[in-house]
Antibody, heavy 120, light 112 residues
């Protein structure tokens, strides 16, 4: 059974760096083809894909946020970490991590999401 | 890169069928059979309903079906039920070297 859970601060101040952790079970990020992605959703707005890391440490980022994002993995801990620098109130959103099966392009399992508010 | 275009809202009565469109370009929807659809109820995480344009994950009702023509993909829900009321998002793989996928703006389905 695949599960994912996001964790991190619920409130950050403008200009600060956000660090979110996705802790998962039921699969290994060392398995060929597996990926874990991050997606966010501002309140009342649409989903926005942020980043994806593959089993082989290949990484993809949203072009509009690439300069602010870093995605890493710790295979031994079954964790993926997303950092976003220079946070702004417009970054207030629910942040989700999700699992990608080998040889697919969709996310089949999602975490419950974590709401991050950016405010002074 | 712009999001995929979906209607903001659609509605239907119980038992009816509705279709939600998702329009992209030849670099995403039109170029690959990698369109997926997600259902999201308020306060919940998205749930995969359709992948690779037409495929349903195990456990998803066969009332949900997907198709594609050119740069536009569609999600059809037949035999509408009250529990189908939710937001629906399409997404597509994209050929941009730096991008991986893009989502649509979402469609609010109301069951009258």
């Amino acid at each position: 059974q695949i599960t994912l859970k996001e964790s991190g601060p619920t409130l950050v101040k403008p200009t600060q760096t956000l660090t979110l952790t996705c802790t998962f079970s039921g699969f290994s990020l060392s398995t060929s083809g597996v990926g874990v992605g991050w997606i966010r959703q501002p309140p009342g707005k649409a989903l926005e894909w942020l980043a994806l890391i593959y089993w082989d440490d290949d990484k993809r980022y949203s072009p509009s946020l690439k300069s602010r994002l870093t995605i890493t993995k710790d295979t031994s801990k079954n964790q993926v970490v997303l950092t976003m620098t220079n946070m702004d109130p417009v970054d207030t959103a629910t942040y989700y991590c999700a699992h990608r099966r080998p040889s697919t392009t969709h996310f089949d399992y999602w975490g419950q999401g974590t709401l991050v508010t950016v405010s002074s | 890169q712009s999001a995929l275009t979906q209607p903001a809202s659609v509605s239907g009565s119980p038992g009816q069928s509705i279709t939600i469109s998702c329009t992209g370009t030849s670099s995403d929807v039109g170029g690959y059979n990698y369109v997926s659809w997600y259902q999201q109820h308020p306060g919940k995480a998205p749930k995969l309903m359709i992948y690779d344009v037409t495929n349903r994950p195990s456990g998803v009702s066969n009332r949900f079906s997907g198709s594609k023509s050119g740069n536009t993909a569609s999600l059809t829900i037949s035999g509408l039920q009250a529990e189908d009321e939710a937001d629906y998002y399409c997404s597509s793989y994209t050929s941009s070297s730096t991008l991986y996928m893009i989502f649509g703006g979402g469609t609010k389905l109301t069951v009258l």
